[in-house]
Nanobody
Framework: QVQYVESGGGLVQSGGSLKLSCVAS????????MSWYRQPQGKDREWIAT????????NYAASVEGRFTISRDNTKNTAYLEMNNLQSDDTAIYYCSADGLPDSWGQGTQVIVSS
């Protein structure tokens, strides 16, 4: 059974930083690209970043490019999202997911950025 456990969210002031973690299980972690998504309250979930199997060149949504960094540790079945210069628009619940697997979502981790 595919499972994701996201953590690391919290309340941070505008301009601050957070690092999120996603521990995955139930599938061969190293053989899937991993992505992060976020869902602001009352809005649809949106994609924000993807990292390839071996951690090659990542892709980012324009809204986070230059501020967020996605990474992974295949020995720990864990994906990370380092977020810098956080702004109020980054307030959302953050989720991770493996690309190509049927939709399965963890509980997410809440990020709140205060201005």
């Amino acid at each position: 059974q595919v499972q994701y456990v996201e953590s690391g969210g919290g309340l941070v002031q505008s301009g601050g930083s957070l690092k999120l973690s996603c521990v995955a299980s139930g599938f061969t972690f190293w053989s899937y690209a991993m992505s992060w998504y976020r869902q602001p309250q009352g809005k649809d979930r949106e994609w924000i970043a993807t990292i390839s199997l071996g951690g090659g060149v990542p892709n980012y949504a324009a809204s986070v490019e230059g501020r967020f960094t996605i990474s992974r540790d295949n020995t720990k079945n864990t994906a990370y999202l380092e977020m810098n210069n956080l702004q109020s628009d980054d307030t959302a619940i953050y989720y991770c997911s493996a690309d190509g697997l049927p939709d399965s979502w963890g509980q997410g981790t809440q990020v709140i950025v205060s201005s």
